[in-house]
């Protein structure tokens, strides 16, 4: 018992019952009274006169009331008062005692009486209304530790007692959800409430708790999550809360026209080109779900990201007869699929071209990309038929498959050189085991046939046979003096996939790829004759050259090489951004294995490793969204990056087949292949990348490339015979401009620190 007396002040304590329902008796202003009964919106006023040894305890059950939020009182009423809505006329009494009962055998018992106490504005010896203890009981109740009050009056000399019996809240032990199939995990519901178990419950407190527990369903976004209650609290501390988390009880697909319409004149729906399971299958959201936001709005960009849809519109409808359950509604806007381009471009195995193709990127609606294209160009020609499938039907590991057939003709920049001249073409040859050079047949020569220090003039032959005959003693080639030109004619295939671990929509760094390749080589000129040697144009004086500079084009010196190979490679990436990533890393290892298939089929193994490197860096500041206002969000793609690159061939060696050094993708500072051709070779780059203004960024880059002393191990030795040095490196500034056809990146690159730059354009960053 808790006692404030007028005259004292004095706080005594002893026991009392256990109350639960809130009621309030007030004195009947010393006038004769009568029991009556209001309702005054969610209160309830009795109005009667009762001793306090009297009172009888009302709390009989082991449960609260459902609904905490609803109370009733009782207090005493004049029974002649004509105004029960006007506090003005009413009569007040003096407050002679207060005495605050009913928390005996609660823990948190001193606390409690005191926080009840200071609740109150009436005092001990203050003069009072009965609307103004009516306030008083709902400024205790509002401190939300106690689920029930109620006053009872007893006249004395004094004046009036006031006897308030409180109903405490229970100790929190446990907070149970309904259903008990929820989202939250109950270590995080022991989380938000840690600091509230063994503490008396505060329903105020609870309302705040509820609150987080709905900012982790929307941070989390489950952002049609509704909790309720308390809807049960028991006596044992036991907090029991409601939720609807907002099930998917179905998803519609609709296709809208470019005018809006989902109807067609008929009155029909519109019929897509695209097959809703390739829809359905970009969705992680799927029927039976809880509504997740940010799954959805993943959902959308994966469906822009197959560039098969214009707009995506979503629209979530309730289930009228199933509260707490929504059909999530598509409205997709397809794009056009197919295209006719054509241009025209400049490559170093080309030279000048004109390019037309044929795309569809929507194949009968499977979101296949089928593509035709044919190049024509300086040096040679292209035609190519390829089929993509960026996921197989039905498959959980999201495998993609490409395929492609060929027919290609082009110069080989390994036998080409900027400054070394080129590797022309030898229809045939005939090599003597002691001749140090090698004659052309369709020129006079001034020979030692007798080996008598006398010179003899012979040739020109028709033929090898012939020259063979005469003079057998001398190596002979038929030197034509054209371009050499490789025929490629086959096709191949690969599979690839993620290593989602069955989870197709998981993003993961890792995948993997296998495939394989099947072709036919030829070496011939630019009419299709046969063109098996070579022979570089700077060395051929007085039509004789060193007799190890009349080269094999092909494997065998064959006029046809078979290759088939199979390939592997493993990818890790986990760049920020595909096109400008300023952060993450990317590496390949890549192994590509040829078999033998007939005579002139080679056996060799190609590898490579890539390895790139991105580091965030904010240090020029030319775009104004590297120099945010306090406020501001931060925009600049800032970055510098490393690559590393090497690789090895191991096996008969086809010089055509050889790795390339230089070039817009390796040391930019000489044209394609003209740095070496190598069997080894290893590369590094570093590029600084910076904002300029919002479509132009600015580079500084430094390449370094090595053959590692490998060119002489290529068959026929083509760098070493044009002179192309090996090693060297590159530094240089550069730009990226977006355009409406792509990221377009020109370069000006140093060789070495001689003074010779060279000027490339490419398309995008070079890694």
């Known amino acids: 018992m808790f006692k404030k007396h007028s005259s004292s002040n004095i706080q005594l304590i002893s026991k009392n019952a256990y109350a639960f329902a809130l009621l309030i008796p007030f004195i009947g202003l010393f006038e004769e009274t009568k029991a009556s009964k209001i309702s005054s919106g969610e209160y309830q006023f009795f109005f009667e006169n009762k001793k306090i040894e009297n009172s009888q305890p009302f709390h009989k059950s082991n449960d609260y009331q459902s609904n905490l939020n609803f109370h009733e009182f009782l207090i005493a ?38 926080i009840a106490y200071d609740a109150m504005l009436t005092r001990p010896g203050s003069k009072v209304t009965s609307e103004e203890v009516k306030k008083d009981l709902d400024r205790i109740y509002s401190t939300g530790w106690f689920s029930g009050a109620r006053i009872e009056s007893l006249e004395s000399p004094l004046g009036v007692q006031l006897l308030i019996q409180v109903e405490p809240n229970p100790i929190l032990n ?56 308390p809807s049960r609290v028991t006596i044992d501390g036991i907090v029991q809360l409601d939720i609807q988390e907002g099930y998917i009880s179905g998803i519609e697909i609709n296709f809208i026209d470019e005018d809006g319409n989902v109807e067609d004149a008929e009155g029909k729906l519109i019929k897509g080109k695209t097959k809703k399971w390739v829809i359905e299958r970009e969705l992680m959201t799927k029927v039976g779900d809880v509504f997740n936001r940010s799954i959805l709005e993943s959902d959308i960009k994966r469906l822009y990201s197959t560039s098969l849809f214009n707009d995506v519109k979503v629209t979530l409808k309730p289930v009228k007869s199933q509260p707490g359950k929504i059909i999530v509604l598509l409205g997709i806007t397809e794009q056009r699929t197919g295209s006719l381009t054509g241009g025209l471009g400049y490559s170093g195995a080309q030279g000048v071209f004109g390019q037309i193709g044929l795309q569809e990127s929507n194949l009968v609606g499977r979101s296949w990309s089928s593509n035709m294209n044919m190049t024509y160009g300086e040096y040679g020609a292209l035609l190519n038929l390829s089929l993509y499938d960026p996921w197989i039907k039905n498959d959980k590991n999201r495998t993609s498959f490409r395929t492609s057939l060929y027919l290609s003709r082009e110069v080989p920049q390994e036998f080409r050189s900027q400054n070394g001249g080129s590797i022309r073409g030898v229809t045939d040859r005939y090599e003597s085991p002691n001749s ?213 061939i191991i096996g008969d060696l086809p010089p055509y087949e050889a790795f390339c050094l230089g070039g817009t993708s390796s040391v930019r500072g000489w044209n394609s292949c003209d740095l070496g051709v190598a069997r ?50 590159s530094v240089g500034p550069g730009a990226v401009i977006n355009t409406p056809v792509g990221p377009i990146r020109i370069e000006a690159a140093s060789q070495d620190f001689s003074g010779n730059w060279r000027y490339n354009i490419g398309i995008g960053w070079k890694f």
Request: glycine share 8%; with cysteine; net charge positive.
């Open 436 to 648: 140090l050079l090698s004659y052309d047949i369709n020129q006079l020569q001034n020979l030692d046939l007798n080996n008598n220090n006398t010179l003899i003039e012979v040739g020109p032959y028709t033929d090898i046979t012939t020259a063979k005959s005469s003079a057998s003693q001398f190596s002979w080639f038929d030197y034509e003096g054209d371009s050499i030109v490789l025929e490629r004619t086959g096709g191949g295939f690969s599979f690839a996939r993620p290593l989602n671990g069955g989870q197709p929509l998981k993003k993961v760094p890792w995948s993997v790829l296998f495939g394989a390749n099947f072709q036919k080589v030829k070496p011939i000129d630019y009419a299709g004759d046969k063109r098996p040697y070579g022979v570089a144009s700077t060395n051929f004086k007085d039509g004789k050259v060193p007799e190890k500079e009349v080269i094999c084009v092909a494997f065998n010196c064959a006029t046809e090489n078979t290759l088939v190979s199979f390939k592997s490679a493993v990818t890790y990436n986990n760049l920020d951004n595909s096109r400008n990533p300023t952060s993450g890393d990317y590496l390949n290892i890549g192994s590509e294995q040829f078999i033998t298939l007939g005579e002139n089929s080679p056996t060799f193994n190609r590898s490579r490793v890539s390895y790139s490197r991105f580091f965030p860096v904010n240090w020029l500041k030319f775009h104004k969204g590297c120099r945010p206002k306090p406020g501001e969000k931060s925009d600049c793609s800032q970055s510098v990056g490393f690559q590393a690159k090497v690789g090895t």
């Open 77 to 114: 009423e004049k029974t002649n008062q004509k105004d029960k809505n006007t506090t003005t006329n009413e009569k007040r009494v003096l407050i002679s005692e207060i005495i605050i009962e009913g928390l005996e055998d609660h823990p948190d018992k001193e606390r409690l009486e005191v």
């Open 174 to 229: 446990k907070i149970t959800i309904l259903p008990i199939e929820k989202k939250i995990s109950n270590s995080k519901l022991n989380e938000i409430f840690k600091n509230d178990y063994g503490k008396t419950l505060n329903l105020n407190t609870l309302q705040i708790r509820i609150k987080d527990i709905k900012d982790w369903y929307n941070s989390n976004g489950f952002s049609l999550a509704r909790i309720s209650g």
């Open 680 to 729: 080894n070779y290893g590369e590094a780059t570093a590029e600084y990348r910076f904002p300029i203004w919002r479509l132009v960024s600015g580079a500084i880059f430094f390449d370094a490339g090595s053959d590692f002393g490998s060119q002489s191990n290529v068959p026929g030795k083509p760098g070493k015979i044009l002179e192309k040095p090996g090693s060297g490196f």
